[in-house]
């Protein structure tokens, strides 16, 4: 059974406007209401000028906000850059570091989602830190040196959170979180297979564990085309401990069917 709480978090990516939000969350909410999902913890990570939208559509529901990036520096002159302590001013829960997207259009580099990762980590924020292989590097065999070398260099980063850092409040090992994002398997429509998933979060685990030797605790997401279809298959697995949702997230009751799968496969028993 499994003893970790399934996280189910919607990355709206660049998508989404007032009048879609509201409808959007108004769904969510009302769906949600009616059948709490107590069992998982479900989070929706809308662009950042809707955060603050966002959390008065939310307010007094169970539905936490993230943000999908977050500066590395604490303030001052960095234009068009985002805070941490103006994403915990807007109660925002999570922030999502290390995106393939952003890997690779905007050039992050392990070193940038770790400061990232430090930067969130000391206000509080829980992160949601994303690793994954391309198509190139799978067919080429390289895709467990690539999950190693992404996994060391998070790792390492949260580990030093964990223990206090430089602050005063160290990071709960429940606040920080692994997204396994094949990235050939993104915003395609062709998910990893169940199989294939679960071998790469059973490696991610191993290495976890290796390194902290906390490999149990910490969740690891599946990310990549998850649909109401396929999630119920992937969330079975034993190493997938919910979803990142692109594409289907953007669909109230895709969302809430994906959500409903995580909940199924939850071993988390709740009292009601
Ligand atoms: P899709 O679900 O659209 O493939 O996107 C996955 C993703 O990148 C979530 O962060």
Known sequence: MKTRKPLVAG?????????????????????????????????VCPPFPYLAQAGGLLAGSAIERGAQNVSDRPNGAFTGEVSATMLVDL??????VGHSERRQSMGETDDDVCAKLTMAAAHGLGIIACIGETLEERESGR??????RQVDALVGAASQA????????????????????????????????????QQAHAFIRSRLA?????????RILYGGSVK???????????????GLIGGAALIADDFLAICRAAAA?????VER
């Open 228 to 242: 109401p279809e396929n999630a119920g298959s992937l969330f079975a697995m034993p190493d997938i401990d919910g």
């Open 210 to 218: 290796a390194l902290a030797g906390e490999g149990r605790a910490t």
């Open 143 to 148: 895709t467990e040196a690539v999950l190693a």
């Open 11 to 43: 990355n709206w990516k660049m998508n989404g406007d007032t009048v879609f939000n509201e409808h959007l969350l108004g769904e969510l909410r009302a769906s949600l209401g009616r059948e709490p999902l107590a069992a998982i913890e479900i989070a």
């Open 162 to 197: 964990q223990r206090g850092g430089d602050v005063a409040a160290p990071m709960p090992a429940e606040r920080f979180v692994l997204a396994y994002e094949p990235v050939w398997a993104i915003g395609t429509g062709r998910s990893a297979s169940p199989e294939i998933a």
């Open 91 to 96: 109660g925002c829960r999570w922030v999502i």
């Open 265 to 269: 496969h939850s071993g988390v028993s």
